[in-house]
Structure formats: C-alpha cells, structure tokens
C-alpha cells in the first residue's frame, strides 16, 4: 500500500509518504510535496523528464530528488504531473511527466528547499515511511 498527506507544521509545510520500496515511497513524496500547492486537475503534461540519483543511503536520495525537483520547477517554469521512481544497480531513478505552470493552479506557497532538520525515512515492516519539512 502506498500513500502520502501533509502534516500539520506551524511555518512551513510537512509531508509523509509510505509504500513498499524506498523509490516508490520517494515518488510519493514528490507527490506531497506538488499536490501542497498546485491543483494539477487541468495540468497537461508536456515533456518527460529523466532524473538519475546515484546509490546512497535513502535519506540522501530523498532530499536530492525533492530538491531536483524543486530546481526543475524554478529554472523550467514546469512542474511534475506525473512520478514514476525505480532503482537499479546506477541508484535511483525517476521519470518526472512535467506540464507548463500556465496549465496548473496554484493553491499554497511553493517549497523553495528541502529542510534537513527532523528528516526521517525508515524501513518498517510493511514498507518505507518519510517525513521531511518543506522551506515555503
């Protein structure tokens, strides 16, 4: 089962995600993180977009392709409406399906940075679990 929600966070914004593999509890997050301020009901998708992360422990994975994400967002003027995240022997990667900022509505403050402090990204039983603050 996989999933994600926002969290209650007085300044900034707050995200938890779950699913079976740590890629695929990474795509959730990056899920959170866009659905926090953008309604992507009308978004078209105009351009797919290839991200490879290196191996690494998963924590560090999750920040850069959070922060990747962020930096894509800021110098293309797109935003992913579609994640899909897998892993093999080169690390991480994601297939991001972004569509142009004129065809979404912005509904919260975008995340400007991935915040390190209470980061938290576990292997439990059923699965991954992340928590990571956003900078807004």
Do not use: N
Request: charged fraction near 25%.
């Amino acid at each position: 089962m996989k999933g994600h929600r926002a969290l209650p966070h007085t300044a900034d914004a707050r995200i938890e995600a779950w699913a079976p593999t740590a890629a695929e509890c990474i795509a959730e997050a990056i899920r959170a993180m866009i659905e926090g301020f953008a309604d992507l009901g009308h978004a078209e998708g105009c351009a797919v977009q290839t991200v490879r992360i290196g191996p690494g422990f998963p924590e560090d994975q999750l920040v850069t392709a959070l922060d990747e994400v962020i930096y894509r967002m800021d110098t293309t003027a797109r935003i992913p409406c579609g994640v899909e995240a897998g892993e093999d022997q080169g690390g991480l990667w994601l297939r991001l399906d972004m569509a142009d900022v004129a065809t979404i509505s912005q509904i919260g403050a975008v995340p400007k940075a991935v915040a390190l402090h209470d980061l938290r990204f576990l292997r439990e039983p059923h699965g991954w679990t992340c928590a990571v603050t956003l900078d807004v």
